[in-house]
Structure formats: C-alpha cells, structure tokens
C-alpha cells in the first residue's frame, strides 16, 4: 500500500514555471510505476507523463512533450513534475498515481493509488 501526496500548486502566469512533487509513503516506492495525470474543469482526467520504477523509461503527452520533465528519487520517495512554458490550457488539478504495471504507462486503469491532487492555475 502506498500513499501519495501532492504539492507545489499554484498560480502563474503564462510563460512561467511550476514545480510539482508527490511525497509517497511506503517502503516499496522504487517498485512502482509514477505518474502525472490532469482533469481541468468539465473536462476528463488525461495522462501527463510517466515514469518507471528505475526511470529507465519515462513517456509524455504530446501536449506537455518539451515543456514538463518528470523525475524521481526513490532514496526519498518522491516524483516530481517541472512544467516550463506554462499555457493557459495547463490550467487543471494535477494528481500523482502509482502503479505495480511495469514501464512508463499512460492508461489510468493501471493506477491503482492516487493523491488528492493540487491546483495549478495559469493566467492569460
């Protein structure tokens, strides 16, 4: 069982930068799969990016694909989301996820642990 908890939300302007972490509970961090996911309002919750349990392979949506870098450190339990280049449509509740499914993957049926999620908001 892991927990998951998001910080490093805010508002920004476009342009700007955010950085996101998720601090995770539990021993067995490394073994798991991390991810980025956003729902903006009225909107589904969409894949932003990946990791695996080594980072060996990480994986982006298009969208975010030069502008976001996910990382970890599995020595302090964390994943972090660095979003450059900040667009008004990045505007969305960002949560972390994990999951057991090896690789970097984008489907959120994999996930089977989330955090509660922190606002990012971008202005015009």
């Known amino acids: 069982q892991v927990q998951l908890v998001e910080s490093g939300g805010g508002l920004v302007q476009a342009g700007g930068s955010l950085r996101l972490s998720c601090a995770a509970s539990g021993r067995t961090f490394s073994s798991y799969t991390m991810g980025w996911f956003r729902q903006a309002p009225g909107n589904e919750r969409e894949f932003v990016a990946a990791i695996s349990w080594s980072a060996g392979s990480v994986y982006y949506a298009d969208s975010v694909k030069g502008r976001f870098t996910i990382s970890r450190d599995n020595a302090k339990n964390t994943v972090s989301l660095q979003m450059n280049s900040l667009k008004f449509e990045d505007t969305a509740v960002y949560y972390c996820?994990?999951?057991?499914?090896?690789?970097?993957?984008?489907?959120?049926?994999?996930?089977?642990?989330w955090g509660q999620g922190t606002q990012v908001t971008v202005s015009s």
């Open positions: 996820a994990a999951t057991v499914v090896p690789g970097a993957s984008r489907y959120q049926t994999h996930y089977r642990h």
